[in-house]
């Protein structure tokens, strides 16, 4: 199955996401919350923790709730990441900022409401209670002081510094990569993949992730020359080290190739494993950052 196929037997996703604010009390709370769940977000590790299921051929209904908590938890760090104290964003995917539309107090409570809720989710889903433990404690890791908020932490504490290319594979591995790393550990919790099928799962998003990181560093660079071709945008001004500026455009496309033909042979790996896995649905992932 590819993935144009496989979101049309999901499109009732869309409409559980939405309904799952109806509970929250406060009206000004839920309306932020709704605003930033809802404005265009692609929706790619939710997509890929069902994806996941998909591929084993589980039955993907059952991951509904933990996608949705994963997608509360990225929704969360990209409400924070443009607060004033980060990287004071005005817009972002082409909308005012949570806190620009509403306030910075609101969007503080936003992000940790989403925060809370996403464990909520999972303690309340209907998943065999080893396995929420399971989901619940990797969450936290993969969003945690060594996950997200720590690779959070290293790219604020690189900002103005040069660092090495492992110090910034390190940071992105785990601001953009645990997250993406979740999706697929929950999608194989889910399904009961044994050991084996876990590792190169873990394997495919880890390169996915990194890949993910590349592709967006390299968008930015290419939407932000100025007319004397000189590179402007947030990244240049902060004189954050991304992959372009520490490899050039060609080196980090050189990166962006190998991270992708890394995740390729681990799904080669898998389907020898896995003999029934739906390898297009993982691989069209891939797609995304060619
Ligand atoms: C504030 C604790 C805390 C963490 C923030 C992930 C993150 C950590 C900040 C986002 C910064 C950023 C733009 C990183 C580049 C890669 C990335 C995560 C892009 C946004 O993810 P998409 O493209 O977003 O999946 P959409 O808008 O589709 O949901």
New binding site residues.
């Given amino acids: 199955m590819n993935i144009h196929t496989f979101k049309t037997t999901i499109t009732d996703f869309e409409q559980y996401l939405e309904n799952s604010l109806t509970t929250i009390n406060d009206i000004r709370l839920k309306e932020a919350m709704h605003y930033s769940l809802t404005n265009?977000?692609?929706?790619?590790?939710p997509m890929l923790l069902l994806a996941t299921i998909q591929a084993l051929g589980k039955d993907v209904s059952k991951g509904y709730p933990i996608a949705l908590a994963l997608?509360y938890i990225?929704?969360?760090?990209?409400?924070?990441?443009d607060?004033p104290a980060?990287?004071n964003d005005d817009y972002?995917?082409g909308k005012l900022t949570n806190h620009k539309q509403f306030d910075e107090a609101t969007a503080i409570l936003a992000?940790d409401a989403f925060n809370t809720k996403a464990f909520e989710l999972i303690c309340q889903s209907d998943v065999p209670d080893i396995q929420k433990v399971l989901l619940v404690s990797q969450l936290a890791i993969c969003?945690g002081p060594n996950g997200?908020?720590g690779?959070?932490m290293g790219?604020i504490q690189a900002e103005n510094q040069h660092v090495s290319l492992d110090t910034l594979k390190s940071i992105?591995a785990r601001?953009?990569g645990d997250?993406i790393r979740y999706a697929t550990f929950a999608g194989a919790v889910l399904s009961n993949a044994c050991e084996k099928v876990q590792v190169l799962l873990e394997a495919f998003s880890r390169s996915f992730g990194l890949a993910?990181?590349i592709h967006?560093?390299l968008k930015d660079v290419e939407c932000s020359f100025d007319i004397e071709g000189k590179i402007q945008g947030k990244d240049a001004i902060l004189q954050k080290s991304t992959y372009t500026s520490l490899l050039g455009i060609s080196g980090a496309r050189e990166s962006l190739f190998q991270e992708i033909s890394r995740a390729e042979k681990a799904i080669d790996n898998l389907k020898k494993v896995y003999p029934t896995l739906d390898s297009e649905l993982l691989l069209d992932f891939l797609n995304y950052v060619k």
Avoid: C, P, W
Wanted: charged share 30%; hydrophobic share 30%; aromatic share 6%.
């Fill in positions: 265009g977000g692609k929706r790619v590790r997608e990225h929704t969360y760090s990209l409400i924070h990441d607060l980060m990287d972002r995917r992000g969003a997200m908020i690779g959070q790219d992105h601001k953009t997250l993910f990181q967006n560093d």
